[in-house]
């Protein structure tokens, strides 16, 4: 009987205070890090994506030259280097470009995409003759695995698969960011 009311008050607390607001999901979901030893440990809770459909291959293949991946960066940025050197490992794998872009242009693509802006880095998928159609494969560094099927799935909706369809199969975003730099004090002090 103690157990119950133990329950219900505690159940009756959750309550009364409510669902998590969107800024308290927003927290949850970034990871900023500067150490490789934290990165890793965000990185292990991460799942890998280990079914690929057929043609998953051929399209990163066949599709390469068409497009142009986009990502943001910032200079000590731990997860930055690691997603670049990912990407340049697909890049030589599958023929993809890549480029990086100005931080004020992502965080104007994330405005744009309604996307929350919460650091570095951000990678987009682009068709090379289309600098509006952008598509963001992650946010925060990532497992090459996941970035390869959120790059194929990126060129089938560039290429008409429905859009609610392919972001619904993307790998979910990490938000393992880098931690934002120390800003220089405005206090002077007293003397």
């Known amino acids: ?114 996307l929350p802006w919460i650091g570095h880095p951000v990678a987009w998928v682009r068709p090379l003759a289309d600098p509006n159609r952008i598509i963001p494969v992650a946010i925060g560094t990532d497992h090459t695995v996941n970035i390869s099927r959120n790059l194929y799935l990126a060129a089938k909706i560039q290429t008409g698969v429905r859009v609610a369809v392919g972001v619904r199969a993307m790998s979910k975003f990490t938000g393992i960011v880098g931690a934002a730099a120390p800003s220089p004090s405005t206090h002077r002090r007293k003397g």
């Open 1 to 114: 009987m103690t157990w119950v009311v133990a329950a219900t008050v505690g159940v009756s607390s959750l309550m009364a205070a409510g669902p998590p607001s969107r800024a308290d999901a927003a927290r949850a979901a970034v990871h900023p890090v500067n150490t490789p030893q934290a990165m890793k440990i965000w990185l292990d809770r991460v799942p890998r994506t280990s079914a690929y459909p057929p043609d998953f291959e051929a399209t990163l293949k066949g599709q390469g030259a068409a497009y142009v991946i986009e990502m943001s960066t910032a200079p000590d940025c731990l997860p930055c280097g690691d997603l670049w050197t990912k990407l340049g490992a697909l890049k030589t794998r599958y023929g993809w470009a890549i480029r990086t872009i100005s931080a004020q242009e992502a965080m104007i693509r994330s405005g744009r995409l309604g």
